[in-house]
């Protein structure tokens, strides 16, 4: 039992670790940080780490191999949207534009990774350059405005990048709460059945008291964070987007063989070929689906901007790679999950917010991250030595 | 009674929740072969751990006395000076470094600024002369082979002036003659005077080099035989590794019904992946019916894995040609997944490095070369593989907490058992072991034998490579020996002995 609780704690110590730091910093800004306009710009600002984020998970996955580029694609996919609406192009075509164009530079990286075994650290920091350029290229070097409102409606940006409130609630908006509320009891039900299946079936459950902590804690969270959105101006439409994602690939890497794959070819490439799995593919996967994720990024980004400008996206790749270390994945592939890559954005993104409300020189806040980074992965480290 | 070398008394050392060492105690005298024995787990390797300093002192309770002083080494760089040299099972060579440069890793000779290569390599070559090898200490380590690899790490032991030489499964990867030349090695040291301590699994080497027989289980000394005064055939010393009397090391199979034939090969010819001139196959035919168990025996580098590896969906080698049948049926293997569908199964010989995910739950390794079965729309039924996973860890006897455990964590056995329930939920035919009782202790081989006669019992082929001629001989209905990429002879498990298998290959 002791063990048991002990494995728990260890497998939700980043968990810990957020809560305790967003405590230091609800301290140190005597609560300006939990106000609801900074929990919802905290998501908003931060839309493109955990997208992006989620698909370096699946590239790291697969042995610690990275995805350099993803900065410079996010702004060249950027800059073709926004070029395309400039003149005059339905948006639609734009952004299914902006998805294909992502899929396509994944698949051209996919490819010399997968197929002609080029490290992924060379093929992608090629990408990193090229498309930095590229990116100056059509955009001319100029800032390209974006006025479609349709675009950035749907994609968060500019001053409504609200889901509106379909109940009137005026000053607190009724339908940031109720979703908050059904999504809680979409997650218990849904919880209570696997496990009341599980015990059914007679297979092996974690503890009820673990069990009760967990559904308990998200179910607070979740409400709290509503209960805080709902207080402002209601869901933020670039959250809208980050769930579908996550919960996708969640569902992705724990559910389904490619999924499965992914894991395995970090664990052991030879294995997992002798098993009768083509591991190229597994690797073409993985880099052509970063592809299509930048793309998003790329997409929400120019849209909260509401332009495009060729330095967007400098540094993406490193926080979203930081971002899945400080969530648990491992540099040498094979374990990690969606959901610690998610806390690791979230960590990193309280840790920005919070210095920038407390007035900390940007130049230390990159110290700070620095430092966070170290410690997560010393933590990992020796607390998998300790387990030998 | 010569002079006591070393003495470890009483030696206790704990993990978290576990009691590896147990009052332990063992006297070597100076000039002698003193081996260890005992099952996978019993605490030989952790004994030697203790003693050469990676278990530093302080973290176990007793006293090591060697050559009259009681000793506390901190790290290994203690017992070195002190001439305790300690060779690991797993080779600590570096590939791409020359075998100079790999024997003097840590030991390097001129100053610390500046390494005197003339001097390195000079003294590099001398060693190796000691050892028998007459390569120049400036080839890398990446072009010599297994065998010549294991030498090299003896000369090592003998730059840093090593008077105990600890060895730990030294021949666990060779072959019998590359075996028999290491074994015959430490013998010319003993005449020199040089101690050794021998830990290993292969009994008949044990009782051919050993002096003296400490066995050990779980974690406690049982006793040690001597040469001289004790009877140390290969039954009296497993009689004392597994508390028992071991009548039958394999079990006999009651009803064979041997059918048809499952699968065969003509004229198989394979070449190297690298040196696409180099044969490494060359014209092999063989076959093997439903329900039979068919061994193939041979020296490692035979060709045996790359035969049964290219047969498996051309998982080795280039220019593969001859033809495959499969119950009678002429096919063409494209890849490892059409061989699967075409019900043939290859489990490695490396379950660490080839077969298994280490990393990952003893379900996720049961299920992965048949994953598709358990899916619809490519949405894995988890609830099923759970339910598989237990079927087999009940049917296998696999010892583990629970299948959510990662692979990495259960022994040898336990390991090998997950390794064959992955290809046995495959659902093949035809299944290639190769090596599957490498470093399992007795009870547990024991155990995988009884699995390979359910299989057949259930009208499976079953090819069986060993390089352990009593396993060969005691599982086989049909032998073939294979040598240097050739089939050499084939004879009936009835028929078969080590002389017959070792001539064969000897005349070959």
Known sequence: MGSNIGNTLKKYTMVIALVVIVGIFYIGTEGTILLPQNVNNLLSQNAYVFILATGMLLCILTGGNIDLSVGSVVCFVGGLGALLMSKGYNVVIAVIAMLICGILIGAWQAFWVAYINVPPF?????????????????????????????????????????????????????????????????????????????????????????????????????????????????????????????????????????????????????????????????????????????????????????????????????????????????????????????????????????????????????????????FAVIFDVVSKREKK | MGKILLEMKSITKEFPGVKALDNVNLQVEEGEIHALVGENGAGKSTLMNVLSGIYPFGSYTGDIVYNGEVCQFQKIKDSEEKGIVIIHQELALIPYMSIGENMFLGNEQGRKSAIDWDKTYAEADKYLRMVGLSESSRTLIKDIGVGKQQLVEIAKALAKHAKLLILDEPTSSLNETDSKALLDLLLKFKQEGMTSIIISHKLNEVSYVADKITVIRDGSTIETLDKNVDDISEDRIIKGMVGREMTDRFPKRNDVHIGDIAMEVKDWTVYHPQFSERKVVDG???????????????????????????????????????????????????????AIKHKLAYVTEDRKGNGLILSNPIKVNTTLA?????????????????????????????????????????????????????????????LILDEPTRGIDVGAKYEIYCIINDLVAAGKSVIMISSELPEVLGMSDRIYVMNEGKMVGEMSGAEASQESIMSCILKS
């Open chain 1, 122 to 374: 060379i093929a992608t920091l090629a990408g990193m350059y090229a498309f930095r350029g590229l990116s100056n290229v059509i955009l001319d070097g100029h800032v390209v405005a974006i006025s479609n409102t349709t675009f950035l409606n749907v994609f968060g940006g500019g001053a409504d990048c609200y889901i509106p409130d379909f109940f009137g609630g005026g000053n607190f908006n009724i339908t940031c709460m109720l979703a908050g509320v059904i999504g809680v009891a979409i997650f218990v039900i849904n919880e209570l059945r696997a496990r009341i299946s599980a015990k059914r079936k007679g297979y092996s459950t974690t503890s009820s008291v673990a069990f009760i902590v967990k559904l308990v804690l998200v179910s607070v969270v979740v409400l709290y964070m509503a209960f805080k959105l709902a207080g402002y101006k209601g869901i933020p439409t670039s959250l809208i987007w980050i769930i579908v994602v996550v919960l996708a690939y969640h569902y992705f890497t724990t559910k389904t063989t490619m999924g499965r794959y992914l894991y395995a070819v970090g664990g052991n490439e030879k294995a997992t070929q002798l098993s009768g799995i083509n591991t190229k593919k597994v690797y073409f996967f993985a880099y052509t689906n970063m592809g299509f994720l930048t793309a998003i990024a790329g997409i929400l980004t120019v849209a909260r901007a509401t332009n495009a400008q060729p330095t967007y996206g400098m540094f993406y790749e490193m926080d979203a790679i930081g971002a899945c270390f400080i969530g648990g994945a491992s540099a040498y592939g094979g374990t990690g999950s969606v959901f610690g890559a998610i806390v690791g954005a979230l960590l990193m993104g309280v840790i920005n917010q919070g210095m920038s409300i407390m007035g900390v020189d940007a130049n230390y806040q990159k110290v700070v991250k620095g430092l966070v980074l170290l």
């Open chain 2, 284 to 338: 092999v035919s063989m076959n093997v019916r439903k329900g039979e168990v068919v061994g193939i025996a041979g020296l490692m580098g035979a060709g045996r894995t790359e035969l049964a590896m290219s047969i498996f969906g051309k998982a080795y080698g280039t220019n593969i040609s001859g033809q495959l049948f499969l119950n009678g049926q002429e096919v063409q293997l494209k890849n490892i997944k059409d």
């Open chain 2, 370 to 430: 048949n994953l598709s079965s358990l899916t619809s729309h490519r949405v894995i039924d988890k609830d099923k593989e759970y339910l598989v996973a237990e079927d087999y860890r009940d049917k296998l006897k696999t010892k583990c907490p629970t299948v959510e455990q990662n692979v990495g964590n259960l022994s040898g056995g336990n390991q090998q058992k997950v390794l064959l329930a992955k290809w046995m939920f495959a659902n093949p035919d035809v």
